[in-house]
């Protein structure tokens, strides 16, 4: 049978119009498709998936290789008396790709046609150039695009990323390079082609490019200032290398996993972008609590709380108190007024880039039980009457204490370890708590704003037949309901201790007029540091086991980088 151009594209337009005709249905779902599609079986059901997959892939490759072949015609301009483009052209002969894809079609169609010399484009496309020749990324790319493979988005992405490698590769290993791009982009898609670049500078890059580029990276890491948005939220921009995001999601890790309570029953519905700004919130915290025990601040503690608050109020808020009293470990509330032009009963946050902040009650509350406070008293015109100095809170020695004794936080059904959760006033501090061993308990972050949102309260004891010490009670409001009892039996106690104190003051000389030492009943030092070294050397053990299984990752993303060039070669 003889073949003549008129015959080829009647027979080419025929079939187009079969497939098209063969998959038409209407707006009630009858055609030829629906009216067998009820009638196949499993298998022939994927089977027929499969076939509408390939004649959707090999229908876009004909549409590249149309938009291209006009391109390089320039029918777009002389359709329209030399105005228009390319995207124009595709848009208007192939409306459903308005939907998506219409610009990357044209974008590339535009490069293939624009690629070539002269008087080089044949009947295959182009016939020179980079998009022809097999050894440059354009000709590897164009030939996968021609069998339908890949789409004009992941083509578009893959030489994307090799503009900005190829001149970072090794010569001979390009092709390999860019095929695997492409075979990574058709099994996971284009945002995960994109993060292959690093692997491939570190496994096909010249002599120290891998070094040079991870240095460059230094210079345009960020970190920007806090600014408070509508919401009351405080934002910041992040950008790291991939050493300081290792590092970052290395500490945050396991801490913003979800942590549902099996004792409790209770679900950890919070999201994933809050846990993760809880883990981030409980890692500084801790770093800040380290540095200021190394600095020997008051307590060792992790947040310095400036309050500011008016004499009247500060006055108002002590009805009761004692004289006769020497305790003054709880000079004022925490959660009193900022002074001038702020409410009573909220904090201002100061010394700080958040400065100016406002805290409502119940959040300095909660950080009360783990700051210093610095109570800043103005006078009714708002001057400053006096600064106070910090006011020693949990000591390093008690801390220490109650890690051993407690090992974790001991809120039901949390393993935290000791050493990322904090010291929590049973009674609050600013309720007139004491802070000694006896009205403590770790507790974690998490599970500390829990135990404030819910009031919750717990009581000491000896350890029970599973080592507990703190049984809490997690009825809403016991912490209300047990205040005043609880209350009075600190009074008594303090009540006891004046009282016995003034019974051996003429046994013996003091020659101090401080308050009575609170570590006198306490285990001595050597104790508490091998509980310490105890505490130090299961950590230790943990970070190994991380590092270990750090490597094995890295290993296995070895092998899979390995095996994917093995098969493109």
Known sequence: MNHTPATDVARLRAALEGARDALACDAAGVGPLGDVLTRLSGPELAEFMRLADDVKARAGAAQIRVAAEAAH?????????????????????????????????????????????????????????????????????????????????????????????????R?????????????????????????????????????????????????????????????????????????????????????????????????DTRPSEQRRAEALAAVCR??????????????????????????????????????????????????????????AGCGRVMVSRAQATILSPAIVRQMACDADILPVVFGADGEILDVGRAVRLFTKGQRRALWHRDKTCTYPGCDTPAGWAKAHHLIHWVDGGPTDLGYAALLCQRHHTHVHDKRLIATVHPPDEHGASVTWDLSPGSYDRDLPARLNQIRRERATQRATAQQRAPQRARLDTGPPDPWVDQPPEHVIQTWVDEWMADEQDRERWETRRNAEFDDALATMLDEERTNSA
């Open 286 to 343: 801790r770093v800040a609590g380290e540095g200021a025990a190394a600095k020997a601040t008051p307590g060792g503690a992790s947040t310095t709380v400036h309050v500011g608050i008016n004499l009247d109020d500060l006055l108002s808020l002590f009805p009761d108190t004692d004289p006769c009293d020497t305790n003054t470990e709880h000079p004022a509330d925490a959660s009193a007024g900022a002074g001038a032009g702020v409410k």
């Open 171 to 267: 010569p001979e290993v390009v092709p390999t390079v860019a095929g695997a791009i492409l075979d990574h982009g058709v099994l996971w898609g284009r945002a995960e082609a994109r993060r292959l670049r690093p692997h491939l500078i570190a496994m096909f890059g010249a002599e120290g490019e891998f070094d040079d580029t991870q240095k460059k990276l230094r210079k345009v890491a960020y970190l920007t200032s806090p600014r408070v948005n509508d919401a009351d939220i405080t934002e910041y921009r992040l950008g790291l290398t991939p050493e300081q995001a290792a590092t970052l999601e290395a500490a945050i890790g396991d801490l913003s996993n979800p942590a549902p309570n099996d004792v409790t029953g209770e679900r």
């Open 73 to 169: 015609r320039g029918e777009f301009t002389s359709a329209r008396r030399g105005e228009g483009s390319v995207y124009s052209w595709v848009r208007e002969h192939a409306p459903s790709l308005r939907q998506d894809g219409d610009s990357q079609v044209a974008q590339l169609a535009q490069d293939v046609a624009c690629s070539v010399p002269g008087g080089l484009w044949s009947t295959a496309g182009p016939g020179a150039g980079a998009y022809a020749d097999p050894e440059r990324p354009e000709g590897v790319v164009w030939a996968r695009v021609l069998t339908g493979e890949i789409g004009p988005g992941l083509a578009l992405t893959a030489l994307k990323e090799m503009a900005k490698l190829e001149d970072l590769l």
